[in-house]
């Protein structure tokens, strides 16, 4: 088939690679001037199931500060705490765990060298905390997954650099979790796309998409439709305009996320890998010779006031708990602001659109890194007639009607 993807952030260019391998002659059309400059360019890294379903770190704040349709919130509470809320939980532990499984694939048949570390270390400290996580523990183990918790010793063992004066009560090794530089991975991975026949055009606005027998995008700037046998969005944030003349209004809201990446000053006072703060939420990451502290997420409209009080908040934190480890002055901190598409029940949004040739890959909040490359697989399953590992019903738009 000839098919159009539009965004090529890491889940386009996921869903280009997996569909040109499939044999699809493949299209890539991207607003920006290059890829993963978006969402995909400077949240946390963490590639973490755990962190996922526990509601840990900057790539996986709970949904507070809504600030969508009135009709979002009914729907949100009648999902909370019920069956619909279990089985949701499972589908997207069971995404992230298939998507840790192909990234890792990727990466070792394609022999992708990114900058990357495993194990995350959630830290607590107070007995309060320990107290207050103490179930989750337990339901992560339930789950089958690791979550080892460790005293200060252990921890200073793993994560030398912390800062001896900061209050440390204990903390949970999580050493099936990871961390990547995702825009590296997605560049690297763009460029094994070309090789295998993708085409990409950036600097290339989409402003309407037709579905039916003869799908075709309207691109900005040019007078005649760009014709296709199928159509995929990964728009991000561009989403929501394009799906509604397709009749899909569905209860989007915007997840803004804040980071600063800075060069390490000292390799001895920097992470080993990756820390999350468990009152904050605030995730200090290493990747390469850079050191990012990533989180102050929130929902809605981002004013100046909000950026400025979000990014004091991440320099804290690092102070907090790595005081010296980055080089922060000089104007070598590179700050970055980005936002994220996300529903109500913190799944994304995967597969037939509704309308006859469009499909879907969006949504997927601040685990865009954890989800993109299974859910990339899974939606070409599903473009293809086969059975999905991973059953689309969760994610699909039907549930919200």
Known sequence: MKIAIVGAGMAGIATACELASDGHAVTVFERRGAAAEEASFGHAGLVAPACMVGHLGSEAIPVRG????????????????????????????????????????????????????????????????????????????????????????????????????????????????????????????????????????FGTTVERVEGGAAPALRLQGHSTPWPCDAVVLCAGTAAPALLRPLGLHLPFATLHGYSVSAPIREPLHAPGSAVVDAGSGATIVRLGDRVRVAGAAHFGNASEAQRKTALQSLYRALHTWFPGAARLVGGLAQEWHGQRLVLPDGR????????????????????????????????????????????????????FR
């Open 66 to 201: 809504w600030e969508a349709s009135p009709g979002a919130w009914s729907w949100r509470r009648r999902q909370h705490g019920s069956r619909q809320a279990a089985a949701g939980t499972d589908a997207r532990l069971a995404l992230a765990r298939l998507s840790q499984e192909r990234l890792r694939l990727m990466a070792g048949a394609l022999e992708l060298h990114y900058q990357r570390a495993d194990g995350v270390l959630v830290l607590m400290r107070s007995a309060k905390e320990r107290r207050r996580l103490a179930p989750l523990w337990e339901a992560l183990r339930g789950a089958g997954l690791a979550a080892h918790e460790a005293g200060a010793a252990a921890i200073r063992t793993l994560e030398p650099g912390l800062n001896a004066d900061t209050p440390l009560a204990g903390a949970m090794h999580l050493p099936g979790d990871e961390v990547g530089n995702c825009r590296q991975f997605a560049l690297l991975l763009k460029a094994e796309a070309e090789r295998h026949g993708v085409i990409f055009h």
């Open 348 to 399: 994304p949004l995967l597969g037939a659109s509704g309308t006859p040739g469009v499909w879907l890959h969006l949504a997927h909040g601040g685990h865009g890194w954890t989800g993109a490359c299974g859910a990339a697989r899974l939606v070409a399953d599903a473009m293809a007639g086969e059975t999905p590992a991973v059953p689309l019903d969760a994610f699909s738009a039907q549930r």
